[in-house]
């Protein structure tokens, strides 16, 4: 198995750090490993508490009498220097319960008022976003949102715009434009099933 013999900070930043690794691999090599991590310091990092819990949560919502639209933002990245589609997300808070993070981040980033589902844990237990790079991991939650689209609640740093797609520009953002893969898959259950939240009520094995 693997080993990790020592961790170092390299960056202090309030929302994610870089943390380089001393490694060795299976065969005994010895080498260098980073993770971007939401720990503030090297003993809170997952990979020492062994604990999980949601550092962001995604709101995948529909929207409208019908649950016909689903609600997306159009959101500027500088990763890409360009525009990307993606569920409303954010942090969660600390001492605060994840779902009461996705209604305050629906809230702030579209105006909107969501309604969460109560769904099986397996549905919503936090998920690794991209585990090759960052420890990072982030609830879904569904639901149905109401109200009207503002952007006042919106901080300075973001820069997006509010996008309730129906299905026939969900066919076309998924052809065209970049999509988050978190989203994109929700997006094809959107897409291609009469019930898009079908899928979170079966429950075949219980």
């Excluded at 998920?127 to 420890?135: N, Q, R, S």
Aim: glycine share 6%; net charge negative; with cysteine.
């Amino acid at each position: 198995m693997p080993k990790i013999h020592g961790i170092k900070k390299m960056t202090d930043n309030p929302y994610v750090n870089l943390y380089h690794l001393q490694v060795e691999n299976r065969k005994g090599k010895t080498g260098n490993y980073y993770v971007a991590s939401r720990a503030k310091t090297p003993e809170a990092l997952e990979l020492n508490t062994k604990k999980q819990s949601p550092d962001g949560v995604l709101i995948y919502s529909l929207y409208g009498e019908k649950a016909d639209r689903v609600v997306l933002v159009r959101q500027y990245r500088y990763t890409i220097d360009d525009y990307i589609y993606e569920f409303p997300a954010g942090l969660v808070e600390p001492g605060e319960n994840f779902k009461e993070a996705a209604v305050r981040e629906l809230r702030e980033e579209t105006g909107l008022t969501l309604t969460p589902l109560v769904v099986d844990e397996k549905f919503e237990k936090p998920y690794y976003t991209t585990i090759g790079m960052t420890d990072e991991s982030c609830c879904t939650v569904y639901g149905y949102a109401s109200g009207q689209v503002t952007l006042e609640g919106l901080e300075d740093s973001e820069e997006l715009e509010v996008v309730l797609a129906d299905r026939r520009e969900v066919d076309r953002i998924l052809r065209e434009e970049r999509v988050a893969i978190m989203c994109s898959y929700m997006l094809m259950h959107f897409l291609h099933d009469r019930d898009p939240f079908a899928f979170l009520k079966g429950n075949e094995n219980s």
